[in-house]
Nanobody, 124 residues
């Protein structure tokens, strides 16, 4: 059973920094692209940043230059360093990962997994 556990959310003042972590555990064969999404009250969920297994990254325009996504393949963990936080960044942040697992008879199965979400609140 694969699960993603997020941590690091909390309250922070505008201009401050916060680092989110998401650790994957379970019967993992390999982890491909990982990413962070967020959803603010009354708004659609949006992509924040993604990172491939080889380290290629992409960011939403709204966070480019402020946020940095990274990963530790030994710990199966993805991070999101958020600098210069703004009240508009307030949202529930969700971790996502495309993970391959080995089923019975050695069959590989790849699918997306999601974390439970962690609240980030930026006060002005």
């Amino acid at each position: 059973q694969v699960q993603l556990v997020e941590s690091g959310g909390g309250l922070v003042q505008a201009g401050g920094s916060l680092r989110l972590s998401c650790a994957a555990s379970g019967s993992i064969f390999s982890i491909r692209t990982m990413g962070w999404y967020r959803q603010a009250p009354g708004k659609q969920r949006e992509l924040v940043a993604t990172i491939t297994a080889s380290g290629n990254t992409n960011y939403a325009d709204s966070v480019k230059g402020r946020f940095t996504i990274s990963r530790d393949n030994v710990k199966n963990t993805v991070y999101l360093l958020m600098n210069s936080l703004k009240p508009e960044d307030t949202a529930v942040y969700y971790c996502n990962a495309h993970i391959w697992t080995k089923q019975s008879m050695g069959v590989l199965d790849g699918r997306d997994y999601w974390g439970q979400g962690t609240q980030v609140t930026v006060s002005s």
